[in-house]
């Protein structure tokens, strides 16, 4: 993801300041429900959106050391010339950006607009609501880009709403995602020498995975190969074809349509006891509680030998280094219901929420809130996902789009984080705007949407993307912290020990006196607020 550009990092004090600096030629603020009309600098529709220009102070964050070469795409470049509104971009760096943001909160002065979901998330918006605008009004009068994506995928609606029924930033639906999430990668290298084929149910997956330990499959003399390996615990990708699918990261899943908390559930029982199964047997890697990433990458890119047999993956060739040919994505695992489940969203990986924030300071909220309408097409989103049309995007006779090669000696990721905002900012993407979008199905995006035919039709529904109100806020980290860790800690002993049939009860009992009744009924209401956003 990281690409190796020269790092932009401007100073908090230096944000500070472009905040409260006067920024144009008409500095009269309208009012908080955007009403412009008595401005006769401004345009409601049509561009440009102003007669005399305006500068916003926009600030977003950029992975690692990504510099700010996004801000020279074409698309943007050329919505400046026709708005008149200029961009004052303010790039921070991600690894600077924690501390910069509490002294930013605190002090409650901020740029004009935010860009992107990285810079701050629900518990910092929600607990600071006084300093960012809501934009319901902004939406109805000035955004008729965003309007018509939220009547035709009301997924955005729902995601945008707050607790109070407001929204206050805006979402995206990036384009050409898939449905699937991580998906099952095998050594099929090793595969072919065994004369095996992909395991389809969890019985032939136990007999790959011993086929690996025993037959020495990387052919070097040693019996060296681990079949599943991780780090710090084992991934819950692994507990997959019992129904577990947790995308949120929070334990909870819907089942038959009703959310669940998984870990007091029988298919986790079940699953766990035959995960203690799998590392009884040397079939997991022994150091998988105790190793960290460092640790479980030096396996994984081994110079000698490949040495691990299975994962779950984004793509095969994420993580293996000089090995990544070797491995190949295959089907869900079929559970002993004798169902598949995929971790995704039936929707599509695409949705995001907190892509724009215009604060309080913006003394020209309805000239942001026309300018962030503009991303809402198509053609603008996949200019500011991939880059612009004519550098990395070809534009074809027949209405259809495809992606140009990039740069010798360059990723096809990291050209994409080069020329665009890529996953951040405001995006949307149509179903059917997709249709013309043409990608190589052998590498990158397209890769991706190639392997997700497996997967896609076994997509679990997931639990929502929801929020929660500040009193929710104040009380989960308390909740968690305990429950989490107790959870975290008996899996582990489970795992390597076993024990989980006779411990099953008293594991059960101390998760409710810790509060687990308290947290399963804020998810609750929290799950009940987002299904009734119409």
């Known amino acids: ?134 934009l319901d009004d902004y939406i109805d009068k000035y955004m008729p880009n965003l309007k018509a994506a939220m009547a035709e995928t009301p997924e955005l609606k729902k995601l945008s709403t707050f607790p109070d029924g407001k929204i206050y930033s805006l979402p995206a639906r990036l384009p050409s995602r898939p449905y699937s999430s991580v ?47 991780d780090s710090k615990d084992i991934d819950m990708n692994l507990l997959a074809p019992f129904g577990i699918t947790d995308i949120r990261g929070n334990h909870m899943v819907l089942k038959d349509g009703k959310p669940e908390y998984f870990p007091t559930s029988e298919e986790y029982k079940a699953g766990i006891a035959w995960t203690n199964k799998l590392y009884s047997e040397g079939l997991i890697d022994k150091e998988t509680f105790t190793q960290d990433d460092t640790m479980l990458t030096a396996k994984r890119q081994n110079p000698d030998a490949a040495l691990i047999g299975f994962s779950y993956q984004w793509t095969p060739d994420a993580v293996f280094g000089q ?21 995704g969203d039936p929707n599509g990986m695409s949705f995001r929420r907190n892509e724009v924030l215009i604060t309080t300071s913006n003394e020209h909220p309805e000239v942001a809130a026309r300018w962030a309408d503009e991303f809402y097409t198509g053609e603008a989103s996949i200019q500011n996902f991939w880059g612009a049309i004519g550098t990395t995007i070809e534009k074809n006779g027949d209405g259809t789009y ?7 000696g360059t990723s096809a990721d990291a050209w994409y984080w080069d020329g665009s905002l890529r996953d951040f900012g405001p995006k949307y993407a149509s179903p059917e705007f997709e249709k013309s979008i043409k990608l190589d199905p052998a590498s990158g995006d397209g890769l991706k949407l190639q392997l997700d035919s497996l997967g896609k039709d076994y997509v679990t529904t997931p639990f929502p993307d929801v929020m929660y109100t500040v009193e929710e806020y104040a009380e989960l980290p308390t909740l968690l912290t305990d429950i989490e860790s107790y ?19 008293a594991y059960v009992k101390k998760l409710n006196d810790m509060g687990l009744a308290k947290l399963i009924k804020i998810y609750d209401d929290a799950y009940n607020r987002y299904m009734s956003v119409q």
């Open 402 to 408: 495809t992606l140009m090669d990039p740069p010798d």
């Open 183 to 229: 998906q099952p990668v095998i050594n099929k290298q090793w595969l072919d020498k065994l004369g095996l084929k992909a395991p389809e149910t969890l019985d032939e997956l136990y007999n790959v995975l011993k086929a690996f330990k025993e037959k020495d499959p990387n052919g070097n003399g040693k019996a060296d190969e681990i079949p599943y390996a």
């Open 487 to 505: 959870i975290k800690s008996t899996r582990a002993k489970w795992v390597t020990k076993g024990g989980i049939d006779q411990e099953w009860d």
């Open 323 to 343: 090995w990544s040919k070797q491995y190949e994505t295959i089907a869900p695992i079929t559970g002993p219901d004798g169902k598949k489940y995929q971790i």
């Open 1 to 134: 993801m990281l690409s190796s550009l020269a790092l932009v990092s401007i100073l908090g004090t230096t944000v500070l300041a472009g905040c409260s600096s006067g920024k144009d030629n008409n500095n009269a603020p309208t009012n908080s429900t955007g009403n412009a009309a008595s401005d006769s600098n401004f345009h409601q529709e049509g561009m440009p959106i102003v007669d005399k220009p305006v500068t916003l102070d926009v600030l977003t964050i950029r992975w690692g050391n990504m510099g700010d070469t996004f801000t020279k795409n074409t698309w943007l470049q050329e919505l400046e010339k026709n708005s008149n509104v200029k961009i004052n971009w303010q790039v921070i760096s991600s690894s600077d950006w924690d501390a910069q943001k509490s002294v930013m909160l605190a002090s409650g002065k901020l740029p004009d607009m935010i860009i992107g979901d990285i810079a701050f998330g629900d518990s910092d918006i929600v607990n600071n609501l006084s300093i960012f605008r809501p």
